[in-house]
């Protein structure tokens, strides 16, 4: 079956550094991958998508990349500041279904 | 638009006992999916629906049930609570791939925190 991965281990950032976030997954590659924010107690909010056929897609501060041939994802936030802090999920969506499979997400902490 | 509402947002359950979870969205979206959160882990579909009359399985559907009468509501049903259920609960909408809109991004709830004793 379909595993994603992503590093369980929170990630700590100094304010106003590039915060990058990584997501690997196993067989074949999906159409879609997407990137999700979690605060505490709330729940996920989508952020950005990229196709497979893209190698990077960008919105403001944010960036993806997607590379088919590694099997990963990366996720950038650059000039990170403490509300940049957050769990980020990532999923990822094949063409013939109509679900997601999701990742557990990774604690980003952006300190002052 | 209010989105995906959810209610309750909080229930304390005892064991055996059954309750609905309700879900209603605004966006005229066909699909629907009930997640399931435990504490610092990832979101496990339960059950997804693509349109009103079609329901389907997802990874943990074990112990739950669902219906979709209307395109807006999607309740998931607990029958015979047992501790193993105690969560926080996620309801989802999205657009269909007919709609041309690509990806299935996700439109999430604010959630349900269950508490089964």
């Known amino acids: 079956s379909q595993k994603i991965e992503q590093n369980s281990e929170a990630l700590n950032i100094q304010e106003g550094k590039t915060a990058t976030l990584t997501c690997n997954y196993t067989?074949?590659?999906?159409?879609?991958l997407q990137w999700y924010r979690q605060d505490p107690g709330r729940g996920p909010v989508f952020l950005l998508l990229?196709?497979?056929?893209?190698k990077e897609k960008r919105k403001e501060r944010l960036k993806v990349t997607f590379d088919t041939t590694l099997k990963q994802s990366l996720f950038h936030i650059t000039a990170s500041q403490p509300a940049d802090s957050a769990t980020y999920l990532c999923?990822?969506?094949?063409?013939?279904?109509?679900?997601?499979?999701f990742g557990s997400g990774t604690r980003l902490s952006i300190r002052p | 638009n209010a989105g995906v509402t959810q209610t309750p947002k909080f229930r304390i359950l005892k064991i055996g006992q059954s309750m609905t979870l309700q879900c209603t969205q605004d966006?005229?979206?066909?699909?629907m999916y009930w997640y399931r959160q435990d504490p610092g882990m990832g979101l496990k579909l339960i059950y997804y629906?693509?349109?009103?009359?079609?329901?389907d399985k997802g990874e943990v559907p074990n112990g739950y049930n669902v219906s979709r009468s209307t395109t807006e509501d999607f309740p998931l049903r607990l029958e015979l609570a047992a501790p193993s259920q105690t969560s926080v609960y996620f309801c989802?909408?999205?657009?269909?791939?007919?709609?041309?809109?690509?990806?299935?991004?996700?439109?999430f709830g604010p959630g349900t925190r269950l508490t089964v004793l």
């Open positions: 990229i196709r497979e056929n893209e």
């Open positions: 989802a909408s999205s657009y269909s791939r007919a709609s041309g809109r690509a990806g299935n991004e996700q439109f």
């Open positions: 067989n074949y590659s999906p159409a879609y």
């Open positions: 966006m005229n979206h066909n699909y």
């Open positions: 629906s693509v349109g009103a009359g079609i329901t």
């Open positions: 999923a990822l969506t094949y063409s013939s279904a109509s679900k997601i499979i």
